[in-house]
């Protein structure tokens, strides 16, 4: 037990030096580590590492040390040699071999989002994204900046997806969504969620509606289309004729963007969804006092980063949906990082 301050020195220590437990991880996936161990039958030694990675003696060894002390690998001393082996978090999350890894949506954060965040003190002097700051890409059109070249906009769209794998069946069963027979997933990129709703409601169809050039993508993901139950079509959700639906899925759409954007969209919805239907936003959801959870703070930060928009709390988007017509808001924490609000036309 150390005195107060103490404390607060180690908390400020913690603080000051996350990122670098963010860069082992990135490092570690980029370079293959996770690769390597879940292809090895038994525990390797860092020699074996190296072998495989063509990588350095020295830094290997810091690197699989310190991975072993975040508790990203497991290590066991056997003749005074170290051998190490994924632990069930690496196996089933940063192994690309894996069908829940998120190794995209990690190299997204170390080249996009980690370049960014360079930049969140001008970010907060200025009050706006820094596309141009980091890579030089101004963002009059965001997801032109966004998707600045084809192999940014795969990285982007395979991360999201890599999180639906994981997160996609919490969201989807907040609420029962099998009375809405018609869904329409309005900026669902990949399809992933789409592939979630599917398989969670046998008697449903879902068109997933995204940017031209998205779509193109997104039917390579989702080349089997789950027996045409779901369909993709191409628009402008701010511009072009919007699918008929019996419910609107809005993931992770509504925090990419202003309040006057975010209106402008959800009037569209309903003046295209069929009574009785109604719009499903996933968000991560602040406090209604705005203090926390700190998860959704930092994300939110990081829309001020990225994007126009923020993260909101329930009663902001009650406010931006009931202005757009919609009423019997519902909200469910899920307790997991993204939340569900149903709300009827
Ligand atoms: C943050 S991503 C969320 C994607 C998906 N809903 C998810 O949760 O994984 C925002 C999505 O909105 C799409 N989008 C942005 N502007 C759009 C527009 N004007 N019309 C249609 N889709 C748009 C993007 O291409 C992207 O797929």
């Not at 913690?14 to 980029?30: D, H, I, K, T």
């Not at 370079?31 to 860092?46: C, I, K, M, P, Q």
């Not at 999350?93 to 965040?117: F, I």
Request: hydrophobic share 40%; glycine share 8%.
């Amino acid at each position: 037990m150390g005195s107060p301050q103490d404390h607060a020195y180690r908390l400020l220590n913690e603080y000051a030096n996350g990122f670098m437990v963010s860069q082992v991880l990135f490092a570690a996936c980029e370079l293959g580590v996770f690769d390597v161990l879940a292809e090895a039958r038994e525990a390797l030694d860092s020699a074996a590492v190296v072998a495989c990675l063509g990588t350095s003696s020295r830094g290997t060894q810091l690197l699989l040390d310190t991975c072993a002390s975040l508790k990203l690998l497991k290590v066991e001393v056997r003749g005074g040699k170290a051998f190490y082996q994924n632990t069930e978090l690496s196996s089933a999350y940063l192994a690309r071999g894996s069908p829940t890894s998120q190794c995209n949506m990690l190299l997204y954060l170390a080249r996009t989002t980690y370049r960014c965040w360079g930049h969140l003190a001008e970010a907060v002097r200025e009050g706006k994204n820094q596309y141009l700051q980091a890579f030089g890409v101004p963002s009059e059109e965001l997801f032109s900046a966004i998707y600045r070249s084809e192999g940014e906009r795969l990285r982007f769209m395979r991360g999201l997806q890599e999180v639906w794998s994981v997160a996609g069946r919490r969201v989807l069963a907040a609420f029962d969504l099998s009375q809405f027979p018609a869904i329409c997933d309005l900026g669902g990129g990949p399809g992933a969620l789409a592939k979630e709703c599917v398989s969670l409601y046998p008697g449903c169809k879902v068109t997933v509606f995204d940017l031209p050039e998205v779509v193109r993508t997104a039917k390579e993901f989702c080349s089997v289309l789950e027996e045409g139950r779901i369909g993709f079509c191409e628009g402008d959700f701010f511009q072009d004729p919007l699918p008929e639906a019996d419910l609107y899925i809005l993931a992770r759409v509504l925090h990419d963007w202003t309040d006057e954007k975010c209106s402008q969209l959800l009037q569209r919805i309903q003046r295209t969804c069929r009574p009785g239907g109604g719009v499903l936003v996933v968000e991560s959801l602040l406090a209604e006092d705005g203090q926390g959870p700190v998860a959704t703070q930092l994300f939110s930060l990081n829309m001020l980063l990225q994007t126009e928009g923020q993260e909101r709390t329930p009663a902001q988007y009650r406010t931006l949906l009931s202005s757009a017509g919609f009423h019997g808001f519902q909200v469910n924490k899920t307790g997991a990082i993204y939340d569900a609000i149903l709300a009827r036309n």
